[in-house]
């Protein structure tokens, strides 16, 4: 198992469909792994998706207080209710934004043995699935923010959303 590197925004494989898994085998589970390691290498991570390590897989990771979830070829099957809350992403650290989500996912997913379940989240882990699903399909939360509601983390100012929005979207 090894920590990977984390693909800035600007790069242009988060603008990319993430491919479906279709073996399960050492390679899918070294990936899981690997991806694990890198959610866990820092304090306060909840979420990763494949792509942002630089592998367009339908691939996710999450420990959104409750423990590790592993999520392969997750799709939404139910979405209700409404929020809006801070939301910060990996691929672009120290920055947050206020963003509307659904206040509850059902998903349907497969775990490492390739078989096929349902889940469901509520609040913030709801956040966590639909923020790291969009990842899966080349969406970025800066898509989901509303006028300029981005913020530095450590100075608190307001980050032009103009200018995050091009970088993020220069190779695609």
């Given at each position: ?66 423990g590790l979830i592993e999520l392969i070829n ?63 399909n080349g969406v970025l939360f800066i898509d989901h923010i509303k006028g300029s509601e981005l ?22």
């Amino acid at each position: 198992m090894a920590e990977k590197i984390i693909v800035p925004f600007g790069d242009p494989i988060l603008r990319k469909t993430a491919k479906p898994v279709t073996e399960f085998n050492a390679k899918l589970y070294k990936l899981l792994d690997d991806m694990t390691d890198t959610l866990y290498a820092e304090d306060g991570r909840a979420g990763l998706a494949a792509p942002q390590v630089g592998i367009l897989k339908r691939v996710i990771v999450m420990d959104c207080g409750d423990g590790l979830i592993e999520l392969i070829n997750p799709e939404i099957i139910r979405m209700s209710g409404e929020q809006s809350g801070p939301e910060a992403c990996l691929s672009f650290p120290e920055h947050t934004g206020i963003v509307k989500r659904a206040q509850y996912v059902q998903l349907t997913t497969m775990n490492r043995a390739g078989e096929t379940i349902t889940l469901e989240g509520d609040g913030y882990l709801a956040r966590c699935i639909q923020h790291e699903i969009d990842h899966l399909n080349g969406v970025l939360f800066i898509d989901h923010i509303k006028g300029s509601e981005l913020y530095h983390d450590r100075t608190n100012k307001k980050v032009p959303l103009l200018d995050v929005l091009r970088l993020s979207r220069q190779s695609i």
